[in-house]
T-cell receptor
Framework: DGGITQSPKYLFRKEGQNVTLSCEQN?????MYWYRQDPGQGLRLIYY???????QKGDIAEGYSVSREKKESFPLTVTSAQKNPTAFYLC???????????????FGPGTRLTVL | AQSVAQPEDQVNVAEGNPLTVKCTYS??????LFWYVQYPNRGLQFLLK????DNLVKGSYGFEAEFNKSQTSFHLKKPSALVSDSALYFC??????????????WGLGTSLAVNP
């Protein structure tokens, strides 16, 4: 899991509530990512950020929001608009993209969100 | 559409026997290829990657992978399986025509069970 931390490990939310998942990295990586993992569906990209104060929607951004105010931090908010938020959420980061670099992604330990 | 296939949902192998976890891809150009491993309720751990050069890539924990351009495959292998290798394995591909968005295309994962 390297220098990427996610908190909390387990999170419970009532329907209709927003909740924010934390992701912090001390690897000096420019790029950060949020994925959602559901059984049998692999990893699906929610949002990603290549640099501070910039981020792009991934494949399943609806019902989620992010911010990237600091290089080290990329919090994910799961809003009440997300209809099926129960899942395992993974944060990742990667090194700056330079010519010839492969941009390997390194993952945090994950947060399991359950909606009650 | 670009895709990554892991044709086996589950692979069973006896401890001490060689193991293979298969991955094929359909992307344009010559992509970067990755293997990750995930233990229960944990984040993904990077195992190895192929960029260019020798078709046999060696990685962590004794794993290796063979790139076959004509078959567009990148199978993960280990000469002698351990019970502790039991986990979920993901193949991922980064098309080089993805521009600067750094997105990976993920397989759905293969569950490896090594029996004592």
């Amino acid at each position: 899991d390297g220098g990427i931390t996610q908190s909390p490990k387990y999170l419970f939310r009532k329907e209709g509530q927003n909740v924010t998942l934390s992701c912090e990295q001390n690897l000096n990586h420019d790029a950060m990512y949020w994925y959602r993992q559901d059984p049998g569906q692999g990893l699906r990209l929610i949002y990603y950020s290549q640099i501070v104060n910039d981020f792009q929607k991934g494949d399943i951004a609806e019902g989620y929001s992010v911010s990237r105010e600091k290089k080290e931090s990329f919090p994910l908010t799961v809003t009440s608009a997300q209809k099926n938020p129960t899942a395992f959420y993974l944060c990742a980061s990667s090194k700056p993209l330079l010519a010839g670099r492969t941009d390997t992604q390194y993952f945090g330990p994950g947060t399991r969100l359950t909606v009650l | 559409a670009q895709s990554v296939a892991q044709p086996e949902d589950q692979v069973n192998v006896a401890e001490g026997n060689p193991l293979t976890v298969k991955c094929t891809y359909s992307v344009s150009g010559n992509p970067y290829l990755f293997w990750y491993v995930q233990y229960p309720n944990r984040g993904l751990q990077f195992l190895l990657k192929y960029i260019t050069g020798d078709n046999l890539v060696k990685g962590s924990y004794g794993f290796e992978a063979e790139f076959n351009k004509s078959q567009t495959s990148f199978h993960l292998k280990k000469p002698s399986a351990l019970v502790s290798d039991s986990a979920l394995y993901f193949c991922a591909v980064r098309p080089l025509n993805a521009g600067n968005n750094r997105k990976l295309i993920w397989g759905l994962g293969t569950s490896l069970a090594v029996n004592p």
